[in-house]
T-cell receptor
């Protein structure tokens, strides 16, 4: 019940295309859903986050779609660029405690 | 720059030795977290501090692991009698005042146990 399941494990997208990464969770007590971006040799960096009272949040080329009834959320990267090539992690937590449960990660490669 | 400095960045040690990692947040943020990340996996929560108080510890944190945050500033994570299964990246993160769910991670300390 504490798991967050992420797919796909890896993703190859052409430059300018849309990258879509999906996550599913079981614990309905989760109330904060961030996405992190991690480059090799670096720590994860917060990209965008959403709370379950909204169905979508957009920041630049990055959009989170949230489906509370299905207990699923996804990250869309519009106009994907080679610089977006990184590993992306979804996460979830409850009560804003900072104890994040991370997904397994998606390695994104954007081809020029 | 996430405002979190970790040292050492890399540590290679032999099985059975003790190692200590240090985390220095840029300023004295209330909350400080330790996570562990193994190759190809997402980070896993280990423990966190509210000021100098250690409020929660994961079951992943065996009795060989100890974390401290004296005076509520920097923090240390010590692993005693290291095992090969301890090989991982150890990540420190700070919370954000007023928005504790948002974490800023350091670049991590990579441990290799031979």
């Amino acid at each position: 019940q504490q798991q967050v399941k992420q797919s796909p494990q890896s993703l190859i997208v052409q430059k300018g295309g849309i990258s879509i990464i999906n996550c599913a969770y079981e614990n309905t007590a989760f109330d904060y859903f961030p996405w992190y971006q991690q480059f090799p040799g670096k720590g994860p960096a917060l990209l965008i986050a959403i709370r379950p009272d909204v169905s979508e949040k957009k920041e630049g080329r990055f959009t989170i779609s949230f489906n509370k009834s299905a207990k699923q959320f996804s990250l869309h990267i519009m106009d994907s660029q080679p610089g977006d090539s990184a590993t992306y992690f979804c996460a979830a937590e409850r009560n804003q405690g900072g104890k994040l449960i991370f997904g397994q990660g998606t390695e994104l490669s954007v081809k020029p | 720059d996430t405002g979190v400095s970790q040292n050492p960045r890399h540590k290679i040690t032999k099985r059975g030795q003790n190692v200590t990692f240090r985390c220095d947040p840029i300023s004295e943020h209330n909350r400080l977290y330790w996570y562990r990340q193994t190759l190809g996996q997402g980070p896993e929560f280990l423990t966190y501090f509210q000021n100098e108080a250690q409020l929660e510890k994961s079951r992943l944190l065996s009795d060989r692991f100890s974390a401290e945050r004296p005076k509520g500033s920097f923090s240390t994570l010590e692993i005693q009698r290291t095992e090969q299964g301890d090989s991982a990246m150890y990540l420190c993160a700070r919370g954000t005042s007023g928005r504790p769910g948002e974490l800023f991670f350091g670049e991590g300390s990579r441990l290799t146990v031979l």
